[in-house]
Structure formats: C-alpha cells, structure tokens
C-alpha cells in the first residue's frame, strides 16, 4: 500500500505538469475536438503521450489505493461506504481505460488527419476521441465523493491525523471540480483542479499517506 500511495502521488505531479506542458489545443477534455487539436498532435505529442500514461498509471494506482487504505488503517465501512468505495475504485479503472482508448485513437488519427478527407474530417471531430465516461460521473464525481467521505471518516475515527484529512477533502473537492468542468464544458476549471489536484493535493496526500501507514506499521 506504501508503494501504491507513493506511485499515484508521483503519476499525479507528472500528470499535472505536462497538463500545462500541452499546446492549448490539444487540451480537449472540457472544450471538445478543435480542427487544430490533430495538427497540433502531429506537429508535438511528447507531453501528450506522456500525460496519458501518467493518467493511467495514477488512475490504476488511485483504484487500489481506494480498494485498500481503508483495510490498512483499520476503517470500518458501513454498507454505503463500500459501495461508493466500490464506484469509486471502479471509476479510476474506467479513467484508465479511457485515457488508454484516447491516447491510442488520437495519435492513430493525427498520423492518418493529412489524408483525409475534410468529410472524414467533419466526422472525426463530431464523434469525438473514446471516453467510456464522458462527463466523468465515475471517473471524478464518484472518486471526488469518496474522498470527502473517507477522510472526514478517517479522521472522526482517529485513523487519520486531521492535517491529511483536511488535504484529502481538498483533493475531493478537486476531482469534483474536474467533473463540473467537463458537464458544463469550463476548460478553466479543468485547469486549476490540474493544478491543485494533480501537481499539489493529491502528491501531498499520497506520500502523506505513504508516511502515516510506514510509522503505523
């Protein structure tokens, strides 16, 4: 679980970093496909590439860590809890899944967008790149949802120390951000949920997390 914690808090900073490494128009999350957004991929696709593995590496990582942190630090779950603990764990899979089936569409694509025609084109972007979850109702509400209620839990049952508690709700309150961004597409909250979750909260509470279980085990 140490070593769980600490990959989703090293995926987390090389996700958020690289978000903001990626010309604009490859930044297709909350806004949807622009014409310029397959140029942009051919002409550069090293931060992308490496942003969508960060994601699925965080993402699976996050998936066991929700599986798991409970186990490890003695929290007893009531039924509901482990359902959304269940929803949880099972929206960063399908996160994974998604930013796998993108990143392996879009850099097919961009190879391929030169030849083809501007029908083809027109069709391309109407249908969008694969997202099993498209307005992240599992992949950031469900996950955003557990992590105010485990820590809130955590804290009140004296399992967690109230400092990572209270950065373990940020970091709820971030993936909830991210999932408002994409229903009601708004790019800037994609953006600061970015920069808060990623590169900060979510680094802070995994290898928060990471040294609490190493000192209570």
């Known amino acids: 679980m140490v ?12 996700g958020g970093v690289t978000h903001f490494l990626m010309p604009r128009a490859q930044l297709h999350m909350a806004s949807g496909l622009k014409r310029d957004f397959f140029e942009s991929l051919g002409q550069s696709a090293g931060a992308f590439t490496v942003h969508y593995w960060a994601m699925m590496i965080a993402s699976l990582a996050g998936a066991a860590v929700i599986m798991g942190a409970g186990v490890a630090l003695g929290v007893v779950e009531g039924i509901l809890h482990s359902i959304l603990r269940f929803g949880a ?3 960063f ?14 850099l097919r694509l961009s190879d391929a967008w030169p030849n083809l025609s501007e029908s083809a084109r027109e069709a391309v972007k109407t249908n ?18 557990w992590f105010l209620v485990f820590n809130v839990t955590a804290v009140n049952v004296g399992a967690l120390p109230l400092w990572l508690g209270i950065i373990g709700c940020v970091g709820g309150v971030s993936f909830l951000l991210v999932f408002v961004g994409m229903l009601l597409h708004i790019g800037l909250l994609v953006d600061i949920s ?18 609490f279980l190493m000192r209570v085990t």
Request: hydrophobic share 65%.
């Open 93 to 106: 899979v399908v996160a994974a899944l998604s930013f796998g089936l993108m990143l392996k569409q879009a």
């Open 194 to 211: 970015a920069a808060l979750g990623c590169i900060v909260v979510s680094p802070m509470w995994s290898f928060g997390l990471a040294y």
């Open 3 to 14: 070593w769980l914690a600490i990959t989703l808090g090293v995926a987390s900073i090389i």
């Open 89 to 91: 764990a099972l929206g």
């Open 128 to 145: 969008g790149l694969p997202n099993i979850d498209p307005w992240g109702l599992f992949s950031f509400f469900l996950v955003g949802l």
